[in-house]
């Protein structure tokens, strides 16, 4: 069974950084890009980016190329996002998700919140 | 960017109803369109992918469509389960985009 385990929540003080992880289990982690996606309280849904676990490569949407870094580990099967110079536009829900034509898995959030 | 422009942003219908919530690209993005529902505190599920496709065990009475840049969900004898925010995606181009959001509430 494909699971997508992510840390728990994290409070970060404004200008500073948080990363969160994405552990998977159930699949050879190098098969799939991992996607991360924003969801700011009470709205919708925004695409940051994604990692190919296997060569490291990364795509963003322009709007997250200098807030986000994705990384992955593939000797611990997990992904990463780091989120930097945080304000409180970043306050929301990060997902990740394994995203095909056919099928989905989700990660269950991660809530960060920036306060000070 | 590609827009998706998705209506109505809510909706009350009563169980057996059949609903109906399209969105609008922009642009031509072919069949590279997926339906979502989320429920509150949970991950969206896919319902729809490429644009009329079935995600493994969706019930049936989900269906999705396409006319020209204009893309439909469906939902025959609509459910009390079916409540839930539904969501499309376009995955044509980078930046991958969501619709706005469609509430469904039932009566």
């Known amino acids: 069974e494909v699971q997508l385990q992510q840390s728990g929540p994290e409070v970060g003080r404004p200008g500073s950084s948080v990363k969160i992880s994405c552990k998977a289990s159930g699949y050879t982690f190098t098969d799939y890009v991992m996607n991360w996606v924003k969801q700011s309280p009470g709205q ?4 940051i980016g994604w990692i190919d676990p296997e060569y490291g ?33 970043d306050t929301a829900t990060y997902f990740c998700a394994i995203i095909t034509t056919r099928f989905d898995y989700w990660g269950q959030g991660v809530m960060v919140t920036v306060s000070s | 960017d590609i827009q998706m422009t ?3 942003a809510s909706l009350s219908a009563s169980p057996e109803e059949i609903v ?13 369109l997926a339906w979502y529902q989320q429920k509150p505190g ?17 019930p049936s009475r989900f269906s999705g469509s396409r006319s020209g840049t204009q ?5 025959s004898r609509l459910q009390v389960e079916d409540t839930g ?4 995606l376009q995955r044509y ?9 469609t509430k469904l509430e039932l009566k």
């Not at chain 1, 990384?71 to 110079?85: F, G, P, W």
């Open chain 1, 44 to 47: 919708g849904l925004e695409w």
């Open chain 1, 57 to 89: 490569s990364t795509d963003y949407a322009e709007k997250f190329k200098k807030k986000a870094t994705l990384t992955a580990d593939t000797s611990s099967n997990t992904a990463y996002i780091q989120l930097s110079s945080l304000t409180s536009e």
């Open chain 2, 6 to 8: 998705q209506s109505p």
């Open chain 2, 20 to 32: 109906t919530i399209t969105c609008q690209a922009s642009q031509d993005i072919g069949n590279w």
């Open chain 2, 42 to 58: 949970k991950s969206p599920q896919l319902l729809i992918y490429s644009a009329t496709s079935l995600a493994d065990g969706i």
């Open chain 2, 71 to 75: 893309y439909s969900l469906k939902i």
């Open chain 2, 85 to 88: 925010i539904y969501y499309c």
């Open chain 2, 93 to 101: 181009s980078n930046p991958w985009t969501f619709g706005g959001g």
